[in-house]
């Protein structure tokens, strides 16, 4: 086959896997969802933004994300941008040890240190391209953080934001350094094939990470505890008995130390499952929409939507990891393949660098079956809270509030639109009312009529 194709093929893999897994995975019921601006009840009027946002709320949601969006997909721009340099980085001339007075003998190389310890060069290459390409949009987004201060969003000191950003910048050394290693010791035993071992380390290191992230790295940015309000824990057994699960670890997280927002989240699986809200939430809304989150919730439990990706994640990754390593061996320059050399004594096919550009380039290609996955996967959750909970003007509610909170776009258009369409994980919340809409009319529940939430948060301009 010829080089350039070689790409091209495994890509063409990558996305049909992709699709195969999202068709294999997908909820078997689909959860019917009115379209934006479909009329779901006779008589009601058509599911509108303007609806169940005042104009000032849509102005004020829009004019902080299309900068905010603007300023990430400059962050993404830098960060390819240096990856692409180190990738294309062509080797120094190596150097050459002559003995005084034999000119006629072929020039004697000394072994570099990279040659003579790969692995641990390898580690080296890894680490330091992913702090470099960490590092290079700081501006941004320091900028971005700036923006999401002045919109009441972003709470806590720039010295706890710095904080957070040298934590994960060792994070993202010692994953560097272990994807660097690695791909060294794959790509020495076998130059051609390396990818196929690589693809069963990455999918086994992502499960390791699923298990241990709530364990290892969110207590690393955050603290929690468990929910003590303990009709509130009552009311959350009762909904999970409903649901048919053991609820574990219920847990409250301090996250109003950082942002005003509003979230909560399953995370890990098995003995490390748990779910957990953000203080936040817990604070700032009544015991109707917390049971509506938590309903939503433990519909991912019962589905186990959490080891569902893993397995999407698995069905992609021989393909993908195929179309990581023809990429890099496109963009590795001769003889730069590094660190060290074959047994034979060649340069090996793909550097470091090239492999983690390659590899981030083959992630996007199933990015959008796996949002498609998740947004199904979220309507599902939506549709089961609405049925275990009965109440469809909690989730109303909810989302109006949590769009002014969260200063989330409900309804994005243009650019916005098509970004949500491709990359979005969760429906727009403009589509989740109309979900519940929808729900009230098919089970004869009676709402109020749309109306906008008028209180801002606090620190709202
Ligand atoms: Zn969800």
Not at 28 to 49: D, F, H, L, Y
Not at 176 to 205: I, Y
Not at 315 to 327: I, Q, S
Request: hydrophobic share 50%.
């Amino acid at each position: 086959m010829v080089r350039a194709q070689r790409p091209l093929v495994a890509a063409v893999a990558t996305v049909a896997a992709a699709r195969i897994a999202t068709t294999a995975l997908r909820p078997r019921s689909p959860v019917p969802t009115p379209p934006r601006g479909a009329r779901p009840g006779a008589g009601r009027g058509a599911i509108e933004a303007e609806s169940y946002f005042t104009a000032d709320q849509l102005h004020r949601v829009r004019r902080y994300r299309r900068p905010q969006a603007l300023l990430g997909a400059g962050e993404t721009a830098l960060q390819l941008a240096v990856l692409w340099r180190l990738a294309r980085r062509r080797p120094a001339a190596p150097a050459t040890t002559v003995a005084p007075g034999e000119d006629a003998a072929p020039p004697v190389r000394a072994p570099s240190v990279a040659e003579r310890h790969p692995v641990l060069a390898g580690a080296l290459a890894g680490a330091t391209t992913l702090l470099a390409t960490g590092a290079a949009p700081l501006p941004l987004a320091a900028l971005a953080r700036h923006r999401a201060v002045r919109a009441g969003l972003a709470t806590g000191t720039w010295r706890l934001w710095a904080t957070d950003l040298a934590r994960a910048a060792a994070l993202e050394a010692a994953a560097g350094a272990a994807l660097g290693a690695g791909t060294v010791a794959l790509v020495r035993r076998d130059p051609t094939g390396w990818w196929r071992p690589a693809a069963g380390v990455g999918v086994g290191a992502s499960a390791a990470l699923t298990f241990a992230a709530p364990l290892l790295i969110e207590p690393l940015f955050s603290r929690s505890r468990p929910v003590e309000d303990e009709e509130l824990v009552a009311d959350l057994r009762a909904i999970a008995g409903r649901a048919g699960v053991r609820l574990r670890a219920v847990l409250v997280s301090d996250a109003s130390r950082r942002t005003t927002a509003v979230n909560a989240y399953v995370s890990g699986f098995g003995r490390s499952r748990r779910v957990v809200f953000w203080d936040t939430l817990l604070e700032g809304f009544g015991a109707r929409e917390t049971r509506m989150v938590v309903a939503h919730e433990l519909s991912h439990v019962v589905h186990r939507d959490v080891p569902r990706s893993l397995v999407f994640l698995a069905l992609v990754a021989a393909p993908a990891a195929a179309a990581t390593a023809a990429l890099a061996e496109l963009l590795t320059p001769d003889g730069a393949g590094a660190p060290g050399r074959t047994r034979s004594g060649d340069p090996l096919p793909v550097s470091v660098p090239a492999v983690l550009l390659a590899g981030a380039a083959a992630g996007l290609l199933p990015a959008t079956e796996m949002a498609r996955l998740s947004r199904a996967i979220e309507r599902r959750a939506d549709a089961e809270a609405l049925g275990w909970t009965g109440d469809p003007g909690a989730l109303i509610g909810f989302f109006q509030r949590i769009a002014v909170t969260n200063v989330g776009d409900p309804d994005p258009r243009g650019v916005g639109r098509l970004l949500h369409d491709l990359l979005g994980t969760h429906p727009t919340v403009l589509e989740r009312i109309g979900a519940a809409v929808a729900h009230a009319d098919a089970h004869g529940i009676a709402l109020p009529p749309a109306a906008p939430v008028v209180a801002l948060p606090a620190g709202a301009d």
